[in-house]
């Protein structure tokens, strides 16, 4: 009992009071740093779970979600489901579908996003067309039996876009010497990621993903300028145009890079029937004397 | 002690369980009828309600949406669409009438495993609780606004017990009921109703809302304490009813105007001399001593 007893009573009150605000604040800032790092490593994307269409780009969306349900109560196929508090890289009770196991299937009304009390899911999409889940991705050429050599196409023909989203590529296949390839190409600009393809995929584990677009594609810097658009949005070079290259080819030859190859002009001004005649001299010499690089 | 470990005993022995329990029973019979009425559709397929407490539609028509959400989402930088601003509005004006903490002991599911925890706790005969300042709530809630401008998401949510359980009930469990297990077992054997009375974020959202809510308990017939105490021991925020019930020589009325009663009406439940009712916070003229009715006594309930 040696405390202060000559401090008065009503400082000694504001002290506690004091003491005790403080330690509720100190407490609830310790567990609101803890949160606040846990929010960053519960957002961290994984790639097998999609959003439903229409909906914000990732940590936009998480921020705007209040993880009602809606969207996965009025998915008529039930493909949706919400982030369990235990799973580590979703925001706890945010609605995503897995492609592999259920895809989306595309329906035209977009039931999904008609109710979303925020703007997690935009529901000015009116075409679902327009929507961009993720993006199919043909992770593996060496499994995927398009690349193999044998006749699948499975993903091309289940592609709700078919023709636009997946096309097919004819290529030699050049082990057999007498066969073809059709190899499945995906298009970002008409791929939406529902995952059909994924989902259909007839290999043990997919060949082609759907991963989340910031999984899937890459970015030019912004700084990035691609010269023959701006030259055509421009209508005409912005810089001094580059020397014509000239080949070393004698009179009335012509090469063109992109396509046609070497030009013979009929120097009769009519067309010769059969073979044509070598348009190079016999002697190496004249060639050399013709070249337009030798000018002085 | 034995009023200590079962408050409402002699009401029970003396006017039998029912009346001892009226409230209690209601209570549960809204708490379990709002779960019946979000699983109807999953289990039955009958869809009266959909989505969850976050935010819900009823009967396709109806938006309801919890406003503490909403302004998470708000603080985020993310503007609501109009179902969720009318959900939000049609929520707080419900609570203004009728207190805000309602939410709380006739709504949350939570509630249910707290309350479990205090009947248990009392049962038990635990007596040791930490000391925690019933105001941390409000800090929390500070920090439930401050967290999603700082970390770009409603960083509360993911771990908010009230809505991770209703969720979990509704859309599938997973590992959630750990987290419930948690607050039971703080609830139990660290802090004496230390998660809704101290901690929760969301019932101090709530208890903001009962500022001028009108539908109150009051201890109307107060004059007839027989200072049983077993109102205090049952009450999840006994430090509500002093006032109301000790106050009249310092001028307080008898409604329990503090906006952290839950109108829970356990005290009303418990109390042999019916000294409690509910009512509204106008009925809060101090009657003398011999006023007709605290002499009409338990005749006049209404």
Redesign the interface.
């Known amino acids: 009992m040696t405390t202060q007893t000559d401090r008065p009573p009503r400082d000694a009150g504001r002290r506690q009071f004091l003491v ?2 403080l ?3 100190c ?3 310790l ?2 740093l803890g ?2 790092l ?3 490593r ?2 961290s994307l994984p790639a097998m779970r999609l959003r439903p269409p229409g909906a914000l780009p990732e ?2 969306f ?9 969207c ?3 998915c008529p196929y039930d493909i949706l ?2 982030a ?4 580590q890289d979703l ?3 945010t609605p995503y579908f897995i492609a592999r196991t259920d895809p989306c299937q595309m329906c035209e009304d977009i039931p999904c996003i008609q ?6 899911l935009d ?1 000015g999409l009116d075409d679902i067309n327009e929507s961009r889940m993720g993006l199919a991705v043909l992770v593996d050429q060496e499994t995927c039996i398009a690349y193999l050599g044998l006749r699948c196409e499975v993903c091309f023909n289940i592609c709700p876009i078919r023709g636009e989203a997946i096309t097919l590529e004819y290529r030699h296949n050049p082990r057999s010497g007498k066969h073809a390839l059709f190899l499945p190409i995906v298009h970002s600009d008409a791929c939406t990621g529902c995952g059909l393809c994924e989902h259909a995929c007839i290999l043990d584990e997919a060949a082609i993903k759907v991963f989340p677009l910031k999984l899937a594609k890459g970015e030019l810097g912004k700084h990035y300028r691609l010269g023959w658009k701006e030259k055509a949005k421009h209508g005409g070079a912005l810089v001094t145009p580059d020397v014509e290259h000239h080949y070393n080819l004698p009179k009335g030859v012509e090469y063109d890079l992109q396509g046609k190859g070497l030009i013979i002009e009929d120097q009769a001004g009519k067309a010769k029937g059969g073979v044509p005649e070598t348009p190079f001299s016999s002697n190496p010499l004249d060639t050399l004397n013709n070249s337009s690089l030798g000018r002085p | 002690m034995a009023a200590n470990t079962q408050p409402g005993r002699k009401k029970r022995e003396s006017r039998g369980w029912l009346a001892a329990n009226r409230w209690l029973l209601l209570r549960r019979l809204s708490q379990v009828g709002i779960l019946g009425l979000f699983l109807l559709g999953p289990l039955a397929g009958i869809w009266i309600v959909k989505g969850n407490l976050s935010s819900s539609l009823t009967l396709d028509t109806l938006p309801l949406t919890d406003p503490h959400l909403l302004l998470q989402v708000l603080a985020s930088g993310q503007i609501p669409e109009w179902s969720g601003w009318i959900g939000a509005g049609i929520v707080l004006l419900f609570y203004l009438l009728v207190g805000g903490r309602l939410f709380c002991s006739w709504v949350c599911p939570v509630n249910l495993v707290t309350d479990l925890a205090a009947w248990l706790r009392r049962r038990l005969g635990i007596r040791q609780s930490a000391n925690l300042s019933r105001n941390t709530r409000y800090w929390m809630l500070g920090l439930t606004l401050v967290l999603p401008p700082v970390t770009g998401t409603i960083a509360w949510e993911l771990i908010n017990p009230v809505s991770l359980f209703h969720r979990g009930i509704i859309f599938g469990m997973g590992l959630a009921w750990t987290v419930i297990l948690a607050v039971f077992l703080f609830d139990l054997l660290v802090s004496k109703r230390g998660w809704c009375g101290r901690l929760c974020p969301v019932g101090a959202f709530y208890s903001l809302l009962a500022w001028k809510s009108v539908w109150r308990v009051s201890a109307r017939r107060r004059q007839q304490c027989d200072d049983c105490m077993d109102c205090f021991n049952v009450c999840p925020e006994p430090h509500v009813i002093r006032p109301a019930l000790k106050g009249e020589g310092k001028g307080f009325g008898p409604v329990i105007l503090d906006i952290n009663c839950t109108n829970c009406g356990r005290c009303i439940d418990v109390c042999d001399q019916d000294v409690f009712e509910f009512s509204t916070r106008f009925k809060n003229r101090i009657e003398s001593a011999g006023d007709p009715v605290t002499e009409g006594g338990k005749a006049s309930s209404s």
Do not use: K, M, Q
């Open positions: 005790d605000t330690r509720s604040a407490g609830v800032g567990f609101g949160l606040g846990f929010s960053g519960a957002s940590g936009e998480e921020a705007a979600c209040i993880r009602c349900g809606l996965v109560r009025d489901h919400l369990d508090v235990a799973d925001a706890t009770g109710h979303c009390p925020t703007p997690a529901r």
